[in-house]
């Protein structure tokens, strides 16, 4: 299964749109980072973004909010 890349509305950088074991959206940057925390995993249609550890050897991205430059802007309060 593949995400659809989206674009970020501030900053313009391609996203993908996961949800988090905890059910909330998250954006992650839609190119695996070796430094990312989060791996995917698929249930069912939907993307879930994992945490990892080190040890973790396959693709792992970064969430959106840690490099987007606008991020301080969309933080809620």
């Given at each position: 299964?593949?995400?659809?890349?989206t674009?970020c509305r501030?900053?313009?950088?391609?996203?993908?749109?996961?949800k988090t074991?905890?059910?909330?959206?998250?954006?992650?940057?839609?190119?695996?980072?070796?430094?990312?925390?989060?791996?995917l995993?698929?249930e069912?249609?939907?993307?879930i973004?994992?945490?990892?550890g080190q040890?973790?050897?396959?693709?792992?991205?970064?969430?959106?909010?840690?490099?987007c430059?606008d991020?301080?802007?969309?933080?809620?309060?």
């Amino acid at each position: 299964m593949t995400l659809q890349a989206t674009s970020c509305r501030s900053c313009g950088a391609e996203i993908l749109w996961v949800k988090t074991t905890k059910d909330k959206n998250m954006p992650l940057d839609a190119e695996p980072s070796g430094a990312g925390e989060f791996a995917l995993e698929w249930e069912g249609e939907q993307a879930i973004a994992r945490k990892v550890g080190q040890g973790y050897t396959g693709d792992r991205y970064t969430c959106h909010f840690v490099t987007c430059p606008d991020a301080k802007k969309w933080r809620r309060s």
